[in-house]
């Protein structure tokens, strides 16, 4: 079974840093995509960020493009997301999610919270 | 791309069908993905390939569509299907989400 479990969440202000990580396990995780995905409260969904097995192909949405890097270790079946000049409206449920090849998200894991505020 | 779904909220009694509409901006061909999403919990894979059923999915749940209009069909509403559905596209980055559908109880 595919398991993906996020840590990393908590309370920052405005302007601060924090790095996410994602844990996986049950699947193969060098052969898969993998993607970090939010919600803010009460809201809908939001792609942030993508990168592809080999760590070659990344995409950012514009939102967060030039403040959040994405990464991966493969030897360690993690996904990473460096996360800097945090805004208020980064706060949001942060969920890794797992594609096969640049489609569908075919697995979640449960999301770690973040909150900026000061 | 800008995915819009409609209605926002759907009321419907249990045993009914419920029938959620999402439009594409622009063509995504096939490329459209339905997820389900239940209070407290991370969404789950419902359709891929706007009609392909994800495994574990029940045989009441259906899609159609391609290009930019395409539709979830909930046959015969049971109590655990309540819950706000979202579509999403794969054609293009960014990719993107439409604002999701209530389907709730009436």
């Known amino acids: 079974e595919v398991y993906l479990v996020e840590s990393g969440g908590g309370l920052v202000k405005p302007g601060g840093s924090l790095r996410l990580a994602c844990s996986a396990s049950?699947?193969?995780?060098?052969?898969?995509?993998m993607n970090w995905v939010r919600q803010a409260p009460g809201k809908g969904l939001e792609w942030v960020s993508s990168?592809?097995?080999?760590?070659?192909?990344?995409q950012y949405a514009d939102s967060v493009r030039g403040r959040f890097t994405i990464s991966r270790d493969n030897a360690q079946n993690s996904l990473f997301l460096q996360m800097d000049s945090l805004r208020a409206e980064d706060t949001a449920i942060y969920y890794c999610?797992?594609?096969?090849?640049?489609?569908?998200?075919?697995?979640w894991g449960q999301g770690t919270l973040v909150t900026v505020s000061s | 791309i800008v995915m819009t779904q409609s209605p926002v909220t759907l009321s419907v009694s249990p045993g009914e069908s419920a029938t959620l509409s999402c439009r594409a901006s622009?063509?995504?061909?096939?490329?459209l993905a339905w997820y389900q999403q239940k209070p407290g919990q991370a969404p789950r894979l419902l359709m891929y390939?706007?009609?392909i059923r994800a495994t574990g999915i029940a045989a009441r749940f259906s899609g159609s569509g391609s290009g930019t209009e395409f539709t979830l069909t909930i046959s015969s509403l049971q109590s655990e299907d309540f819950a706000v559905f979202f579509c999403?596209?794969?054609?293009?980055?960014?990719?993107?989400f439409g604002q999701g559908t209530k389907v709730e109880i009436k």
């Open positions: 999610v797992r594609d096969l090849h640049d489609d569908w998200f075919d697995s």
């Open positions: 049950g699947f193969t995780f060098s052969t898969y995509g």
């Open positions: 990168v592809s097995g080999n760590s070659h192909h990344i």
């Open positions: 622009q063509s995504v061909n096939s490329n």
């Open positions: 390939g706007a009609s």
């Open positions: 999403q596209q794969y054609d293009a980055w960014p990719r993107t």
